[in-house]
């Protein structure tokens, strides 16, 4: 059987209540197409490069912490499973996991309605984490801190990759918060 495009063609056309009608439902259809694929692709990056940054010190963490793990590439971890692995590993993990479950939330909004953006909520999350807030405050004296909602995801995200790494090697930054911590506790 030989199928004649142009009868098809035409019959759509006709299906679709004339050229006119058929040309104005392909440019709302074209626009919506459009208005998914015109995203901000820099703040696409810069979410992406922020979760995939801080998954890399999560996974160096749980190596770390357990060296005889074996293939994690072979065992697909997802991103919240292996900060489930590590998360009770100290205080300090359990801390940052407020603002990394944020950060995963925002990256699989992103995934599932490709919409790259930071609310304010986002932002209060990851400063609600103590130790970050104090810290980039006192690091951005005499000035303050960006309050740009993407400024502050992309700190927060610097912030536990350094924590973790930290963490991760036993002669780090990481000695120097559990010191400072302990002087704290021991003043109140």
């Known amino acids: 059987m030989d199928i004649d495009n142009r009868d098809i063609a035409k019959r759509v056309i006709q299906l679709s209540g004339g050229k006119q009608k058929l040309n104005d439902e392909m440019d709302q259809k074209?626009?919506?197409?459009?208005?998914?694929?015109?995203q901000d692709v820099g703040a696409i990056g810069r979410i992406l490069r922020a979760h995939l940054f801080v998954e890399y010190f999560i996974?160096?963490?749980?190596?770390?912490?357990?060296?005889?793990?074996?293939?994690?590439?072979?065992?697909?971890?997802?991103?919240?499973q292996k900060l489930g692995l590590i998360e009770d590993y100290s205080p300090?993990?359990?801390?940052l996991a407020v603002g990394?479950?944020?950060l995963n939330r925002i990256r699989n909004q992103l995934a599932h309605k490709l919409e790259a953006t930071v609310t304010s909520q986002d932002k209060e999350s990851f400063l609600s984490v103590k130790t970050f807030r104090a810290l980039r405050e006192?690091?951005?004296?005499?000035?303050?801190?960006?309050d740009n909602s993407m400024d502050v995801l992309e700190d927060f995200a610097k912030h536990v990759g350094s924590r973790l790494n930290s963490l991760s090697d036993p002669d780090s930054l990481a000695k120097r918060f559990q010191q400072a911590l302990r002087e704290s506790e021991q003043r109140t």
């Open 30 to 38: 074209l626009a919506q197409i459009n208005e998914k694929w015109d």
């Open 138 to 146: 006192e690091l951005a004296k005499p000035g303050t801190p960006s």
């Open 92 to 95: 300090e993990i359990q801390e």
């Open 59 to 80: 996974t160096e963490c749980l190596v770390a912490f357990n060296p005889a793990l074996g293939d994690l590439e072979k065992a697909r971890l997802s991103f919240a």
């Open 100 to 102: 990394i479950r944020r």
